[in-house]
């Protein structure tokens, strides 16, 4: 059974950094990729950016580039996105999701990460 | 960036009636379309994909149409559980941007 476990809840302050995981099992880690997206309170879906679990290849929205940053760590079949300096604006639900290629689209989701921005 | 709107942002329906939302994309996308559905408190879940193909397990009166830059989500004899907000999400290149979702209501 495929599942993309998240890291729990997150209460920050602006400025802080911050890491959030995304833990996968039951495919093969290193063959798809994993997107990242947004959701503001009450708003909609924003894509940031995506990771292939093999080699590491990150693409972006112009978005997210340079705000997040996406890795992967392949022998713990975990993805992450992190924060070097949050700000309120942060303050929202994230979700990972595995992108299915050939098909291109997230075929399994994470429960979500709310993550919290105040001072 | 390829950018996606979708009409319209909100719609009241009655249980057992037709509906049908629309999304278009800022550029040729030829089919590569998605559709989700999120109900409040959940994940994202894919109901469409390839503008017309159903994810396995996903209800018939789910269906999708359109190629190019207008597509189309119909959901004939809506079901309570069918009252939720729908996403397209174009697949073409990235970024792989969302629509804006529309919120289907119960009238």
């Known amino acids: 059974e495929v599942q993309l476990v998240q890291s729990g809840a997150e209460v920050k302050k602006p400025g802080e950094s911050l890491k959030i995981s995304c833990k996968t099992s039951?495919?093969?880690?290193?063959?798809?990729?994993i997107g990242w997206v947004r959701q503001m309170p009450g708003k909609g879906l924003e894509w940031m950016g995506i990771?292939?679990?093999?080699?590491?290849?990150?693409r972006y929205s112009p978005s997210f580039q340079g705000q997040v940053t996406i890795s992967a760590d392949k022998s713990i079949n975990t993805a992450y996105l992190q924060w070097s300096s949050l700000k309120a604006s942060d303050t929202a639900m994230y979700y990972c999701?595995?992108?299915?290629?050939?098909?291109?689209?997230?075929?399994?989701w994470g429960q979500g990460t709310l993550v919290t921005v105040s001072s | 960036d390829i950018q996606m709107t979708q009409s319209p942002s909100s719609l009241s329906a009655s249980v057992g009636d037709r509906v049908t939302i629309t999304c278009r994309a800022s550029?040729?996308?030829?089919?590569?379309l998605n559709w989700y559905q999120q109900k409040p408190g959940e994940a994202p879940k894919i109901l469409i994909y390839?503008?017309?193909s159903l994810q396995s397990g996903v209800p018939s009166r789910f269906t999708g149409s359109g190629s190019g830059t207008d597509f189309t989500l119909a959901i004939s004899s809506l079901q309570p559980e069918d009252f939720a907000t729908y996403y397209c999400?174009?697949?073409?290149?990235?970024?792989?941007?969302f629509g804006p979702g529309t919120k289907l209501e119960i009238k």
């Open positions: 999400q174009q697949s073409y290149s990235t970024p792989y941007n």
């Open positions: 039951g495919y093969t880690f290193i063959n798809y990729w």
């Open positions: 990771i292939h679990g093999g080699d590491s290849d990150t």
């Open positions: 390839a503008a017309s």
């Open positions: 550029q040729t996308i030829s089919s590569y």
């Open positions: 999701a595995k992108w299915l290629p050939g098909g291109y689209y997230f075929d399994y």
